[in-house]
């Protein structure tokens, strides 16, 4: 027959309660148990003295006889000072998993290629923008006089003698502007 010291599990819903019994092997969770050895509560503060109550005399003898404790059970042990547990090494416990490694690697080749866009834009140098024809356009004006004046002060920059040709181009801008009503 083999006999395991376990935890068998009490209390309500949410609020668990356990205790440490010394049980056959082949028997369920909660169900007969040979002797009660302690009480473990996981609700109470790590450093309360009642969390884990545990009558270590009882626990040696079983241990003597050869019960297998679980994992959780040797903790307690070890930490009343029972049996002693060797440390466990996992080394992979910490590393991410298949999909969080491929989802890290996609994010540094999009960073990568990021940088190498930004790096290749930086590179070349950006095209000078052409400059636009400037269209000379009358400004806007608060009457036909000011429109006038200014059309004739250009035609004269234009040439230093009037011409006949300037004269008519004159005229005609005076006519076609209609007059602004204020």
């Known amino acids: 027959m083999a006999i395991s010291i376990r935890l068998s599990r009490g209390g309500s819903k949410k609020r668990p309660y356990y205790k440490i019994v ?13 002797e009660k050895l302690g009480t473990y509560n996981p609700l109470l503060a790590k450093d309360d003295a009642k969390r884990i ?3 270590g005399e009882r626990a040696k003898h079983w241990l003597s006889v050869g019960a297998q404790p679980t994992d959780r059970v040797a903790r ?4 009343a000072g029972v049996r002693e547990r060797a440390a ?17 690697e996609e994010r540094a080749t999009k ?3 990021a940088e190498e866009a930004k790096a290749a834009a930086a590179a070349v140098p950006a095209p000078e923008p052409e400059p636009e024809p400037v269209a000379e356009e009358a400004p ?24 006949p040709e ?4 004159a005229e005609a801008v005076s006519e076609e502007t209609p007059p602004v009503e204020g």
């Open 111 to 113: 960073l990568a290629e």
């Open 140 to 163: 806007a004006q608060d009457s036909n006089e000011e429109a006038e004046a200014v059309v004739a002060a250009e035609v004269e920059a234009a040439t230093a003698e009037p011409t």
């Open 22 to 34: 010394v049980a056959d092997a082949r028997s369920p969770r909660d169900g007969r148990f040979i």
């Open 53 to 55: 109550v545990l009558d």
């Open 76 to 79: 307690f042990l070890d930490a």
């Open 166 to 169: 300037a004269e008519a181009v």
């Open 88 to 104: 466990r090494v996992n080394p992979n416990k910490g590393k991410p998993g298949e999909k969080a490694t491929e989802r890290a």
